[in-house]
């Protein structure tokens, strides 16, 4: 039986149909794009590679917000180097802003490269017991542009919750794009389908005129 997605318009085909995400119907819906690779439904080999990799993790934070400019990324990293006080922690990074990847920057290796091997992508070091993954490592220049849709931006997160190798962190922090995209559906998606703990971070403003654009991902 195909699965329905809560935030779906009643007519959905469902996650498994064969039109998932390629109907009129869909066109309206936030799922389309990441239905229509096939991300909402069970893939059992993707599920198992993702549970292999993070098997080490012991909690996730995805650090997020309905609007752009309030300072996720500089949380996330704030956050990160916060945690590493205590050194008997291990905190890892994965940015997911793929079109406007940042925290390289912010966290001073911008010029670094990861390394790949046949088991999958080794993080950058940013401390003894930091490391960073971002889309920003793979590209040719800091002001290379990203304009991907929801696909291939999918695929590039799944790539990353399957291959890069992690090994065991007390702390996985997840920095986002603003908004509820193809990039927080994914995460979620795949995070709610194996054995891990994880949670959220909700980043705003103190201003009252906020308050709808700070439930909207929530």
Same mark, same amino acid.
């Given at each position: 039986?195909?699965?329905?997605?809560?935030?779906?318009?009643?007519?959905?085909?469902?996650?498994?149909?064969?039109?998932?995400?390629?109907?009129?119907?869909?066109?309206?819906?936030?799922?389309?794009?990441?239905c229509a690779l096939g991300a909402?439904?069970?893939?059992?080999?993707?599920?198992?590679?993702?549970?292999?990799?993070?098997?080490? &993790?012991?909690?996730?934070?995805? @650090?997020?917000?309905?609007?752009? !400019?309030?300072?996720? /990324? =500089?949380?996330?990293?704030? #956050?990160?180097?916060?945690?590493?006080?205590?050194?008997?922690?291990?905190?890892?990074?994965?940015?997911?802003?793929?079109?406007?990847?940042?925290?390289?920057?912010?966290?001073?290796?911008?010029?670094?490269?990861?390394?790949?091997?046949?088991?999958?992508?080794?993080? &950058?070091?940013?401390?003894?017991? @930091?490391?960073?993954?971002?889309? !920003?490592?793979?590209? /040719? =220049?800091?002001?290379?542009? #990203?304009?991907?849709?929801?696909?291939?931006?999918?695929?590039?997160?799944?790539?990353?919750?399957?291959?890069?190798?992690?090994?065991?962190?007390?702390?996985?922090?997840?920095?986002?794009?603003?908004?509820?995209?193809?990039?927080?559906?994914?995460?979620?998606?795949?995070?709610?389908?194996?054995?891990?703990?994880?949670?959220?971070?909700?980043?705003?403003?103190?201003?009252?005129?906020?308050?709808?654009?700070?439930?909207?991902?929530?």
């Amino acid at each position: 039986m195909s699965k329905v997605p809560v935030n779906a318009p009643s007519n959905c085909p469902g996650t498994n149909s064969t039109k998932a995400g390629k109907t009129d119907m869909c066109k309206s819906c936030p799922n389309q794009s990441t239905c229509a690779l096939g991300a909402m439904s069970d893939s059992k080999q993707d599920i198992e590679d993702i549970s292999k990799a993070l098997k080490g &993790v012991k909690n996730v934070c995805i @650090i997020l917000s309905g609007k752009g !400019g309030v300072g996720k /990324s =500089s949380i996330t990293s704030n #956050l990160a180097f916060e945690l590493s006080q205590d050194k008997n922690l291990d905190i890892g990074v994965l940015d997911l802003d793929i079109c406007g990847s940042s925290l390289p920057r912010y966290m001073g290796v911008q010029n670094c490269e990861v390394r790949r091997t046949v088991e999958g992508w080794t993080p &950058v070091c940013v401390s003894d017991n @930091i490391s960073l993954m971002s889309v !920003g490592f793979l590209l /040719s =220049s800091p002001d290379q542009a #990203l304009i991907w849709n929801g696909n291939r931006k999918n695929g590039m997160i799944l790539s990353f919750l399957k291959q890069v190798q992690w090994g065991s962190l007390d702390y996985l922090l997840i920095d986002t794009p603003p908004g509820t995209s193809d990039e927080h559906l994914s995460i979620t998606n795949y995070l709610s389908k194996i054995n891990i703990n994880f949670g959220a971070i909700v980043v705003t403003t103190p201003q009252v005129l906020e308050e709808p654009i700070l439930l909207q991902p929530v």
